[in-house]
Nanobody, 125 residues
């Protein structure tokens, strides 16, 4: 079992920044691909970013490339999402998730085994 707890969400003006954190406990965190997804009201869950166990490889959704950065600190069992140049369309609940793989950077939510409860991000115009 893996428990994931997100934090760092909030209300920010367009153009601002936020840093989300996801603290993991339980099964060995270091050997899992970690991902961030988001979901806006009335919309499907959307892939945001993923990072390989070593941190050496990452992938991003097209809508956030160049603005968001995913990173991880295996010693702290924590994955981060630095969000810059935020836009109103970035508003939603952000979830971190753990994939049952060390290497595959999947964009499909069905590939992720464990999920946090989510943290709300609201970007005002």
């Amino acid at each position: 079992q893996v428990q994931l707890v997100e934090s760092g969400g909030g209300l920010v003006q367009a153009g601002g920044s936020l840093r989300l954190s996801c603290k993991a406990s339980g099964r060995t965190f270091s050997y899992s691909v970690m991902g961030w997804f988001r979901q806006a009201p009335g919309k499907e869950r959307e892939f945001v970013a993923a990072i390989r166990w070593s941190g050496a490889s990452t992938d991003y959704g097209d809508s956030v490339k160049g603005r968001f950065t995913i990173s991880r600190d295996n010693a702290k069992s924590t994955v981060y999402l630095q969000m810059n140049s935020l836009k109103p369309e970035d508003t939603g609940v952000y979830f971190c998730a753990s994939e049952n793989s060390m290497y595959v950077l999947s964009k499909r939510s069905s590939e992720y085994e464990y999920w946090g409860q989510g943290t709300q991000v609201t970007v005002s115009s």
